[in-house]
C-alpha cells in the first residue's frame, strides 16, 4: 500500500534520526530532500551555476563527502531560495514520494509543497540553542566544527532564510502534528512520531 510521510522542521531538530527510525519500522524508502539542496550548494561552491546545477543532478552528487558541513549547509539555504532550483528538485521527490512500497521524506516544504496530499505530517521543531548544541556535538566529532557560537549562527542564519523566503518557505502544513524534540531525547522523540504515524494509519 502506498503511504507517505511528509517530515518537515527547522535545522537539527531530529528530522533525519525521526525518518530513519520511521522509514526502518515501516520499511519505507527514506528520502533525506536537504541533501539534493546540500548537493546543489557544493556544486556552487566549485563554481557551477545554481540552475544548471539542480537541472543537472546526478546520483553520484549525493555521495560527495563534505555534504554535512556547515560551509555546504548555508550554501544549500542559499541555492534554496531560488525558485528555479526549487521547481527542478519537484519531480524527482514526488516520484520517491509515490513509491508503492511507502516513502519517508523529510526537509522543509514536503508537507506544503511537495506532498501536500502525505497521509502523514510531522513537523519537528526544538529551541535554536537545543538543536545548535546537538548540531555541535555531531559536527565537532567530525571535525567540522570548532564552536558552538558558531554553529548556533549558522543555525540561526538558515532559520532565518528558509522561513522568510517568498518560494515554499519552512513553515507547518494546516494538518501537521507538531513535535517539539527541546526536552526529549531520541527514544522519545522516535516513539512519540510513530504514535502519532500509527493514529494516522489506523484513519488512512
Ligand atoms: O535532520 P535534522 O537536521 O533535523 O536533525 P538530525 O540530524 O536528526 O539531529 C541532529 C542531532 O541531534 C543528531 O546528532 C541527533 O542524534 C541529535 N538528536 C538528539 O540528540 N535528540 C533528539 N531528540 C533528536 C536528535
Ligand atoms: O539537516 P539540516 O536540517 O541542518 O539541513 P538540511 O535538511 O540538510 O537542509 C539544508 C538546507 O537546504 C536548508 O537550510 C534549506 O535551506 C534547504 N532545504 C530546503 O529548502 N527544502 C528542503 N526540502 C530541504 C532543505
Given at each position: 500500500m502506498r503511504f507517505t510521510i511528509a517530515i518537515d522542521g527547522p535545522a537539527a531538530a531530529g528530522k533525519g534520526t525521526i525518518s530513519r527510525a520511521v522509514s526502518a519500522h515501516y520499511g519505507f524508502a527514506h528520502l533525506d530532500t536537504g541533501l539534493l539542496y546540500r548537493a546543489v550548494g557544493a556544486k556552487m561552491l566549485e563554481g557551477v551555476a545554481p540552475i544548471s546545477a539542480a537541472q543537472n543532478l546526478e546520483p553520484d552528487d549525493l555521495e560527495h563527502p563534505k555534504l554535512r558541513a556547515p560551509e555546504?549547509?548555508?550554501a544549500a539555504s542559499k541555492v534554496a531560495v531560488i525558485s528555479e532550483v526549487r521547481s527542478a528538485l519537484v519531480d524527482?521527490?514526488?516520484?520517491f514520494a509515490r513509491r508503492a512500497g511507502g516513502a519517508v521524506?523529510?526537509?522543509?516544504?514536503?508537507?506544503?509543497?511537495?506532498?501536500p496530499w502525505a497521509e502523514a505530517k510531522l513537523f519537528v521543531t526544538a529551541s535554536a540553542e537545543v538543536r545548535a548544541k546537538r548540531r555541535f556535538v555531531e559536527l565537532a566529532a567530525k571535525g567540522l566544527a570548532d564552536s558552538l557560537d558558531e554553529v548556533l549562527a549558522d543555525v540561526k542564519a538558515r532559520d532565518e532564510r528558509d522561513i522568510n523566503r517568498a518560494e515554499s518557505p519552512l513553515k507547518?502544513?494546516?494538518d501537521a502534528i507538531l513535535i517539539d524534540t527541546s526536552d526529549l531525547n531520541i527514544d522519545e522523540a522516535v516513539t512519540k512520531a510513530l504514535t502519532s504515524i500509527e493514529a494516522l494509519r489506523a484513519k488512512a
Open positions: 555546504i549547509a548555508q524527482f521527490q514526488r516520484a521524506l523529510d526537509g522543509r516544504d514536503i508537507g506544503t509543497v511537495i506532498c507547518p502544513a494546516d
